[in-house]
């Protein structure tokens, strides 16, 4: 058995195999996943993973929200555990490494302790957070939000999908509601590992992301009324065109952003256009404006101007408006000692790295709040990320691992 030396390496083409057979379930329509939280194709994947938990001699603990909770345990089960995980679910048309690398990822390296009979004094525990996109139930990262007591339980469960369909209701009707009280659990230490989803590991070259900071973020859902009407016989001076509204907020936020540069932006991802009829001019819109920046200061600058570009959009065009907040977090800065930790293990295996900060969020950003916590990213091709087309190396994916597998047992604590 080698000692947790430089040549201590997770099983890479493993890793890759079983990202693979998670990719088969929920499958996108050009090669991606559409696995949206609380589908059935959610639950059909939770079942998979539970199986090689079992496999890998884990015990499954699962809590009301239905976060998944692996247990390897340590020589000491009085020792807080050290936590890796990240998400399952994805976007409609996400891609098949956002978040299952980081769940996946640590199931490798506890199959890897394993073979290798290595022992712990702290447990290990593999995580699974529900609902990490907000894309079918927002805001994002809902359930690692309640577990770090930023929204209580009532409020996830209450929130609705574009359906209608209760959070709740779907959570028990795909069966995975636990018995654990949700954040209960007490963390040594959480690592996250997660492909970066944008450019710059790739274009610097760098195989390893140390996540130092995420930026923070506000989504805001607007509201925009009109008046439906014709779209041939209304003349233009007589009408109260809501997707007129809205177009031109889009616009004043990609504004926004761009006057704040470097280290903002901003954008309009979800419209639903009432009665979205062709020859109807909108009586109704309602859009969530997603704006984000690494600095306090700029994001709730930007956050002011858009509210007050969306209030005289509406006055320009005679449009009822409201604005809702329907997700929030202030910029994070990860746990400084387990940054350093992450940086020493890319150096001892020899892989390139750099600083980097998260441009997206990730359920590390809550769980944060409540244990040291750190991030490691590998690169993906061009940046790209919540596209069908998302792709990495299986090279970067076993680096990113190997060094979560360092850094897990520094912190872990190797016995004997
Ligand atoms: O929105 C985000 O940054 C994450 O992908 N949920
Ligand atoms: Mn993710
Ligand atoms: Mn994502």
Known sequence: ??????????????????????????PGIAGGNNRQTLTDADSEGRHLFARWCRDADMTMG???????????????????????????????????????????GALEVVRSLNDLGIQTKHPIVVTNWTNEEGARFAPAMLASGVFAGLHTEDYAKSRRDPDGKAFGEELARIGWVGDEKVGARKIH???????EQGPILEAEGKTIGVVTHGQGLWWLEITLTGKDAHTGSTPMNMRVNAGLGMARVTERVHQIAMSHQPNAVGAVGQVKVYPNSRNVIPGKVVFTVD???????????????????????AAELGLGVEIEDVGHFDPVTFDVGLVSLVRQSAEKLGYSYQNIVSGAGHDACWINRVAPTVM????????????????ISPEWAAAGTDVMLHAVLEVAEVVG
């Open 291 to 313: 704006i984000r920046s690494p600095e306090l200061t700029k994001l709730e600058a930007m956050k002011s101007e858009v509210i007050r570009a969306a209030h005289a959009v």
């Open 62 to 104: 699962v809590d009301t929200m239905g976060n998944m909770f692996a247990t390897r345990a340590g020589t000491d089960p009085k020792a807080l555990p050290v936590y890796m995980g990240s998400h399952l679910d994805t976007q409609p048309t996400g891609g098949r490494y956002d978040g299952v690398l980081g769940v996946l």
């Open 376 to 391: 490691i990213m590998c690169p993906c091709v061009g940046g790209l990320s919540h596209n069908e087309a998302e792709e």
């Open 189 to 195: 230490a959480m690592f996250e590992l997660h492909i």
């Open 1 to 26: 058995m080698p000692a947790p030396g430089e040549n201590l390496r997770i099983n890479a083409a493993r890793l890759w195999d079983s990202l693979d057979q998670m990719a088969q379930i929920g």
